[in-house]
């Protein structure tokens, strides 16, 4: 075999040319192969003698197994084995997880005969075909000594705590109780919001075998390497003979990382030495793939007479599991967008009898924003000042906390556009006065931000000696259109057509580099992609021709991240949102939202809005329609499928309209600060607000169901 010419470059911190792919409105590379169907999800592609699993869940909230009777299951047509805690393959339990801290207890299948929570995965039953391995499963059965159970969550019950680890869970500065004894006008309100789930499109599904000494996975994830070396830690493998592929992903949100079914296949295939698929169910999927935890959230606010902020108090309380700590870190977003003399935020956690709550699209920044938005809203109603001049009287000039520079803050100046855009200046500030026949009509805004991250990332870039350049790197197109930006990224920096570029991703023999989340893969992967294929045009225009194996240039960033200064980086945004409110049926709907954006450089205008349109579009589901409900005698969800579990359909999302404005960098390395989170922090306040605007009564507590509009109602008219 013929071996590349290869040369290996670190990157370095040059502000990236433009020559006009970046910033131009391409389709998707893989568009037509989605549309058509041949492009195969890790669900559909076929291997030579596969088997099916199918995972078993627990029906307690809280117990212990007291036996799994598999012999009438075993003796089953087509059955291959039933494997629970007294027989699976045992996995490594001491190991730094991706995080830092340990992993998590869900991943580490089958390691004893505890249940911590309804749903849990107690069994995995392997057969020939997916219809007897479902068949099995549902006749396997398991039996339970059951223990009392706790899913209740409210704010400051017994057992709340706020985190040591990891640091800033609690950050503050200045004298609070004199600062709000001192403010004209205080707001002291309680807003809440409940479990929500992230159900991609497409299911949780992966393929393990055996080839050649080597453990293959074909899997759906944000992130293959960060897969690989779970896989290879938990199984006690040598990284290098693991190799986890994901080339296609229907959604993610977060969800997709390391879960039950990728484990249970490696299991399986690893007993019986033979291609084997466990692809999750949708009902599953609601208690194995994690959630965002249920909210309840302190916001006090002193100001002046002036609304000047005087005192900032945010307080967030979560869920968590008992056996793995997630905290939903809502008060983080007070730490950017205002500052106080007296500023003080909190997350606090309570741990309960519930699966292990996860990363959801804008963790921590999506339910917080609809508290401290809401509540700046009702400053500004108190001190009589339009909500968009109150927040230009509290713009900070450096981190409110931090006091680090920002890297650039471009939040005002989506404000002047979108209220241009929305005839913000044409509205009468009173509530309850526009109506339109039975309708009462309201109209609403609120800031967005979330942090710019970046992650050290490899790529290789190879000239072929055709002509065209090929780019290998190990990013997730989770449907966001990586592919395409990074297509385009890499023909500025070759100074090439992109019709000449063909990336490669989703492959964790390429290399380590950054997973697709926190709105950092785009941002990570393009830096790393520039830096080799910027020092591959160096080395062509050397000359000497290129042989037939190509020439390929490999790059990673680690330094140049380490090296980047510290800022305040963060994306901004403007919320506005109009609504009609039908208060004789508790009707809502929102007719409009528009939002205006500040984030960097925009790689691809066509996906960029799609990206933001689909966040606001979950902010108006997150507003008046989505409620995970928990029965606190089962301990489980009630409705744990996309029938029970209510959100925004087609008929309920109006004219959305995203755009953004001019976001330049000039300190920073690669100018892209990344959208997929962004879309959503701050709809559901600037609906909320809206629904205020149009009935005159405030909604603190999502979503803002019929019937809490038609109890305001009530109480408005027995007032």
Known sequence: MTVPRTTSVTATTATTAVTGAVGTPYPRVEGRAKVTGSARYAGEIPFGGLAHGWLVTSRIARGRIRSVESAPVLAMPGVLAVLHHGNAPCVERDYTGPLGGPPDPTILLFRDDRVPSAG????????????????????????????????????????????????????????????????????????????????????????????????????????????????????????????????????????????????????????????VRVVLTRRQMFSLIGHRSATAQRVRLGAGADGRLRALCHEAYSATSTVHEFVEQSANVARVLYDADAHHTVNRVVALDVPSPTFMRAPGTAPGSFALESAIDELAEQCGIDPIALRVRNEPDAGPLSGLPFSSRNLLACFREGARRFGWADRDPRP????????????????????????????????????????????????????????????????AAPDRVRVRIADSDFGPASVAGGSMGTRSWAWAVTAAARALREQLALGGGIPPQGITVRSDTTEAVAALAERERHSFGAQFAAVAVDPAVGEVRVRRMLGVFAAGRIVNPLTARSQLIGGMTWGLSMALHEEAVRDEASGGL?????????????????????????????????????????????????????????????????????????????GRAGR
């Open 120 to 275: 849990w995965p107690v069994a995995l039953v392997v057969a020939e075909t997916s219809e007897q391995a479902r068949e099995a499963a549902e006749a396997l059965v398991i039996r339970y000594d059951e223990e009392p159970h706790d899913v209740v969550f409210r704010a400051g019950r017994p057992g709340t705590y706020t985190p040591p680890q990891p640091p800033g869970m609690a950050m503050e500065k200045g004298d609070l109780d004199a600062a709000l004894a001192a403010s004209a006008v205080v707001v002291d309100a309680e807003y809440t919001t409940p479990e929500e789930h992230h159900n991609p499109m497409e299911p949780h599904a992966a393929t393990a075998r055996w080839d050649g000494g080597r453990l293959e996975v074909v899997d759906s994830n944000q992130g293959s390497m960060w897969v690989a070396e779970e896989l290879a830690k938990l199984f006690s493998l040598d990284p290098a003979t693991v190799r986890v592929r994901s080339e296609h992903v229907g959604g993610a949100f977060g969800s997709k990382g390391v879960h039950p079914h990728q484990v249970a296949a490696v299991m399986a295939a690893t007993r019986l030495r033979r291609p």
């Open 432 to 495: 309850r006065v526009r109506r339109e026949g039975r309708w009462l009509l309201g109209t609403g805004t609120a800031a967005a931000t979330f942090p710019v991250l970046v992650a050290p990332s490899t790529a290789a870039v190879t000239a072929e000696a055709d002509g065209t350049f090929t780019v290998r790197i190990n990013a997730a197109d989770l449907g966001t259109g990586a592919r395409t930006a990074l297509t385009s990224v890499a023909a500025d920096a070759l100074e």
């Open 638 to 714: 009630v409705g744990a499928d996309l029938v029970s579990y209510h959100f925004a359909a087609n008929a309920d999302v109006p004219l959305i309209e995203a755009d953004w404005v001019d976001d330049p960098d000039d300190d920073d390395p690669v100018g892209i600060k990344g959208i997929g989170e962004l879309g959503i922090v701050g709809a559901a306040a600037a609906i909320a607000n809206a629904v205020w605007h149009a009935t005159g009564v405030r909604h603190r507590h999502l979503p803002i169901r019929p019937d809490r509009i038609l109890t305001a109602e009530a």
